[in-house]
């Protein structure tokens, strides 16, 4: 438990002195609220009564002696309820105000934590993100946050009200009746220990809860994401029946959460009522023999009553201590993982990029997730080793300024990943990548990606308008600049049908464009750059053949000042470049222009065939009558 209080003290970092001042406040309201049944207790035995002011506990005759004495409190009698009434709304405004101090101080806190984790989300090496799921992500940076955001506004409070209730609610009730406070507290320990144990049991059910929402999220944003998919498979029902399971479990856990709850408010109920009725029996025994006043159990019933709730809520605290101990445990496992970092002497280069880029004896190999065991408990097969397993094994070439270089090979040969590596979205194991002549791995990330403009494989669109879009390319563009590059990305005579043209909002991922309407998007957002690496993965899978050849064109009357990378299926689309290469199993297999590919045996010129002989029989049959 001490771990976790100190980790959030640590959060409270830059709201202690609103803390302290919700302290102060608190401490101002207890001793309002403390004095109430003194002055009732007081009022009664010697306003009321008769009993001399010699036999009241030194705090009772404290008080008196403030008001006056009895003989003048029993002159003006309604300075008891005036007094009683003042001191209930002082504490009342010092509640308000300790209320306000933590509301204050506890969304401070929130809103910092959600930044720190949205911009350290920001900067996690993609290997990380890999590993990770997006719904239980979105949980921990919500869910969680409201989570620690909820103890710190109530229930460090609380914590601090028990303290104080701690450190002098007892000596009170011992100047009062040192007999009377033993039968007050009698039950006060088997209450604590009690809230104690229910703690150690139900943190690790929070846990439990916390971890099956986190599931249950990951689906819904799943499915919420690929709708469009489900509905065209007609998946519906399948989708349902999978998310049945988590939200079964979610429920299951959640209940057995709730059944722990009610049994602790239940026995705590009953226990505390067990306390004030036997401080009543007690009590009006010992007022019946003469042994004690009215007044004073007036006044012990009145503590009771406002030292039990803080008592039954140590259970409370603890189980919410417990929920936020998880909260925060995942919150700081996020912030925990290493960001991506630059080398202590990466130093971007002092003059403007020319372009050049040099791969030698390249390898990479993808992070794998660990093998289960055999289901009848042997050892999984040894791996391959990674020269045959990696992504990328040994590949080697160079790039020109200005030139063009184009990309080919089947699906899991290592094209995307040599993109990835070139943006230092991962960092190569073995081998080199020179750009400029400078080292890849030695340049800050952050200079290398605002000198490549990129078309991603899977082109992504935010929620905005199509301006912003483009203009994610480069901030300060003005319009005129944004409209040329929607031009050289044949998109711009299509934004202009838009009823609000580039001031058209679009959907999340930009759902309501096609998919060659959203490449072009991307491909105008790349160029608005004007980089001087541009990079294009199969970015114009999604364009009909006439679109292809627009933006061909544009792209090469913007031949040398961009060295661009190309990579596509489409054999059309590489037949422009200046030099093909061809990767299979992460090894270049051909290399060499696309006239020189073509006329020699190998993968290339097997596909040219393909593609050309269907493209030929689909025009035959656009002339067949």
């Known amino acids: 438990m001490s771990s976790q209080l100190s980790i959030l003290w640590r959060l409270m970092r830059g709201q202690r002195l609103r803390y302290g001042a919700a302290l102060v406040c608190l401490l101002l309201a207890t001793a309002a609220n403390y004095l109430v049944p003194l002055v009732g207790a007081a009022t009664i035995d010697h306003a009321i009564g008769v009993r001399p002011a010699a036999d009241a506990s030194p705090l009772v005759a404290l008080l008196l002696t403030l008001v006056g004495g009895p003989a003048h409190l029993r002159d003006h009698l309604w300075l008891a309820p005036v007094l009683m009434v003042l001191l209930t709304a002082l504490g009342g405004a010092c509640s308000y105000l300790k209320g306000r101090h933590t509301s204050l101080a506890s969304d401070g806190i929130a809103r910092r934590l959600k930044d720190d984790l949205y ?249 794998r997730r660990p093998v289960a065991p055999s289901p009848d408990g042997t050892a999984p097969p040894a791996e391959k080793p990674a020269e045959t397993t990696g992504a990328l094994n040994g590949i080697s070439f160079s790039v020109a300024p200005g030139e063009t270089l184009a990309v080919l090979g089947p699906s899991g040969a290592g094209k995307s990943t040599l993109m990835h590596l070139l943006l230092r979205l991962y960092d190569y194991e073995r081998g080199s990548i020179l750009l400029d002549g ?108 006439e679109t292809e050849t627009l933006i061909l064109d544009a792209l090469k009357r913007r031949r040398g000042k961009s060295t661009t990378l190309v990579i596509a299926h489409r054999l059309s689309t590489l037949a422009h470049a200046d030099r093909v290469i061809v990767l299979d199993h992460g090894r270049i297999i051909q290399s060499g222009t696309h006239e020189q590919l073509a006329a020699s045996p190998g993968l290339y010129r097997r596909l040219w065939e393909i593609q050309t002989n269907v493209e030929a029989d689909f025009q035959r049959e656009l002339q067949t009558p």
């Open 119 to 367: 911009d350290h989300l920001n900067h996690l090496p993609a290997r990380t993100l890999d590993r990770s799921d997006t719904g239980d992500l979105v949980q921990r940076c919500t869910s969680d946050v409201e989570t620690t955001r909820q103890f710190l506004s109530v229930q460090v409070m609380e914590i601090g009200n028990a303290l104080i209730l701690a450190f002098t609610a007892l000596p009170l009730l011992l100047l009062l009746s040192p007999r009377m406070t033993l039968v007050a507290f009698a039950l006060i320990p088997p209450l604590v220990l009690y809230g104690y144990i229910y703690f150690q049991k139900v943190k690790h059910v929070f846990k439990a809860v916390d971890e099956a929402e986190g599931a249950l999220t990951s689906v819904i944003q799943e499915n919420l994401t690929g709708i469009r998919v489900v509905r065209a498979f007609a998946r519906q029902d399948f989708e349902r029946a999978k998310f049945a399971g988590p939200n079964a479990t979610f429920r299951d856990r959640n209940l057995r959460l709730l059944r722990l709850m009610s049994w602790y408010w239940s026995v705590s109920d009953l226990v505390a009522l067990s306390q004030l009725g036997l401080v009543l029996l007690v009590g009006a025994s010992w007022v019946g023999r003469g042994e004690l006043t009215v007044g004073v159990l007036f006044a012990f019933l009145a503590f009771l009553g406002i030292m039990l709730w803080p008592v039954r809520q140590m259970g409370r605290i603890l189980t919410d201590l417990g929920k936020t101990s998880v909260a925060v445990n995942r919150i700081q496992d996020i912030l925990m993982e290493p960001r991506e970092a630059d080398a202590a002497s990466a130093a971007a280069p002092a003059g403007p990029l020319r372009g050049s880029i040099v791969v030698q004896d390249l390898h990479f190999t993808h992070a």
């Open 438 to 545: 400078l080292e890849l791995s030695s340049l800050p990330r952050s200079w290398v990606r605002g000198e490549f403009g990129t078309v991603m494989q899977e082109p992504f669109l935010f929620s905005k308008s199509l301006r912003d879009n483009i203009r994610l390319g480069r901030g300060d563009a003005p319009d005129r600049e944004i409209e040329e590059a929607a031009r050289a990305a044949c998109i711009d005579d299509t934004i202009r049908t838009f009823e609000q043209g580039y001031d058209t909002l679009i959907g999340e991922r930009g759902i309501t464009l096609s998919g060659g309407q959203r490449q072009r998007i991307a491909i105008a957002r790349a160029i608005l750059r004007n980089p001087p690496v541009l990079i294009l993965d199969d970015a114009l899978s999604a364009v009909d053949g």
